[in-house]
């Protein structure tokens, strides 16, 4: 509409003072400043700074919007929260990912900043950044063993390190189907991850060129077992 999605003091923008000393209403709390905004298929990574009140418990909530109305943002998807608590000199960086549906490259992306202990006040949104695409990590499983270096098994357990989403793509020599006989269930998968078995060399969506076996990995267990968000292509389960 035009107009600021919370206005304070009904007066526009309110720009952040240093440790936040100012008042009036919700004491004029500070808000955050972006400084990324990385979008993947199954959510954000964002970065950023908070400056408040020394050694206060914040609240940061993201948000996604199509557009940038105006120079400070409303939110119309709530992507998530992250809690931060700011030294003694009033400062709290964030860095994280968020794992929603809502978001897309070119999205603008806006935050608040809430205090978890009373009075609670709420800032007006942050600038708007724009949402660009996050480069992935690729991991390559290069054989059919169960487990260790170059393992389907080995790049599910990597990719489970990090928060950042990350690519599984096969390279294994020779052509026909390539069988990983499963001895065990696979880890759960509680990270973001593509897992794309049409990256094996010849395959197609009509023929598939990985299977996984788990005629020995125990009954009544899962073929894959997904916690998180995952992008699944291209498997014989």
């Given at each position: 509409n035009g107009a600021l999605g919370i206005d304070l003091?009904?007066?526009?923008?309110?720009?952040?003072?240093?440790?936040?000393?100012?008042?009036?209403?919700?004491?004029?709390?500070?808000?955050?400043?972006?400084?990324?905004?990385?979008?993947?298929?199954?959510g954000l990574k964002v970065a950023g700074t908070i400056n408040s009140t020394a050694n206060t418990s914040l609240r940061i909530e993201v948000f996604a919007s199509p557009a940038c109305d105006g120079t400070n943002g409303e939110g119309q998807n709530l992507l998530g929260t992250i809690d931060v608590?700011?030294?003694?000199?009033?400062?709290?960086?964030?860095?994280?990912?968020?794992?929603?549906?809502?978001?897309s490259i070119g999205d603008s992306i806006t935050a608040t900043a809430t205090r978890r202990t009373s009075p609670f006040d709420t800032s007006e949104f942050s600038a708007c950044q724009t949402a660009t695409a996050?480069?992935?990590?690729?991991?390559?499983?290069?054989?059919?063993?169960?487990?260790?270096?170059?393992?389907?098994?080995?790049?599910?357990?990597?990719?489970?390190?990090?928060?950042?989403?990350?690519?599984?793509i096969f390279n294994i020599p020779g052509g026909g189907v390539k069988t990983i006989n499963l001895a065990s269930a696979l880890p759960t998968i509680f990270r973001p991850v593509i897992i794309d078995g049409l990256s094996q060399p010849g395959a197609t969506c009509s023929q598939p060129l990985i299977e996984l076996n788990g005629l020995n990995a125990g009954a009544s267990q899962d073929g894959l077992h997904v916690s998180s968000v995952a992008d699944i292509r291209g498997l014989i389960i």
């Amino acid at each position: 509409n035009g107009a600021l999605g919370i206005d304070l003091n009904n007066d526009g923008i309110t720009a952040n003072d240093a440790n936040d000393e100012d008042t009036g209403e919700n004491n004029l709390q500070n808000f955050p400043v972006i400084t990324s905004a990385e979008a993947f298929f199954g959510g954000l990574k964002v970065a950023g700074t908070i400056n408040s009140t020394a050694n206060t418990s914040l609240r940061i909530e993201v948000f996604a919007s199509p557009a940038c109305d105006g120079t400070n943002g409303e939110g119309q998807n709530l992507l998530g929260t992250i809690d931060v608590t700011t030294n003694g000199s009033g400062n709290a960086n964030f860095n994280q990912t968020l794992n929603s549906a809502g978001v897309s490259i070119g999205d603008s992306i806006t935050a608040t900043a809430t205090r978890r202990t009373s009075p609670f006040d709420t800032s007006e949104f942050s600038a708007c950044q724009t949402a660009t695409a996050l480069t992935i990590s690729t991991l390559t499983v290069t054989n059919t063993n169960d487990s260790g270096s170059g393992s389907l098994r080995g790049a599910i357990l990597s990719a489970n390190l990090t928060n950042d989403p990350d690519q599984i793509i096969f390279n294994i020599p020779g052509g026909g189907v390539k069988t990983i006989n499963l001895a065990s269930a696979l880890p759960t998968i509680f990270r973001p991850v593509i897992i794309d078995g049409l990256s094996q060399p010849g395959a197609t969506c009509s023929q598939p060129l990985i299977e996984l076996n788990g005629l020995n990995a125990g009954a009544s267990q899962d073929g894959l077992h997904v916690s998180s968000v995952a992008d699944i292509r291209g498997l014989i389960i």
